[in-house]
């Protein structure tokens, strides 16, 4: 009798695997953000293009935290900035409808691009200085008018 009751749980359990979301389902943590600006990037040379493309790491009332890809000399290289949104022309965000530009996003669209950053609960100055020194940066390149 108890060993069936042992095989009823071993097959109740092998049976609730299956069942319910896999790591497969979640995407990476910062989506894609694509912005136009209204002003060149820092260290760019000047009329570089301001069209950039990058990991959104946080978003913030007054600006976004993005992790920027870019080439240089033939190997690719990242660099963290902080972008104020009264120099963002216009912006787009992967999965969602939030739409960055030169105004302060709504409550709404706040929630929606911290729930698509990769730290939505902010970037703490101790988690900055481990992501900068990773990334070899002093100190954190700002993009303001």
Aim: glycine letters at 8%; a positive charge.
């Amino acid at each position: 009798m108890s060993t069936r009751i042992v095989l009823c749980m071993f097959a109740l359990a092998i049976a609730g695997c299956p069942i319910g979301p896999k790591p497969a389902d979640f995407g990476p943590a910062g989506m894609r953000v694509e912005l136009s600006l209204t002003k060149s990037l820092p260290l760019a040379p000047p009329g570089a293009e301001a069209d950039l493309s990058g990991e959104l790491l946080s978003a913030d009332s007054s600006g976004l935290v993005v992790r920027l890809e870019t080439m240089e000399a033939n190997r690719l290289r990242s660099k963290i900035l902080r972008i104020e949104y009264a120099v963002i022309s216009s912006g787009k965000v992967q999965r969602t409808q939030a739409r960055p530009g030169p105004k302060p996003p709504t409550p709404d669209d706040l929630a929606r691009l911290r729930q698509v950053s990769r730290y939505p609960q902010g970037i703490s100055h101790e988690l900055m200085a481990k992501l900068l020194g990773a990334y070899g940066q002093d100190s954190l390149l700002r993009v303001s008018r």
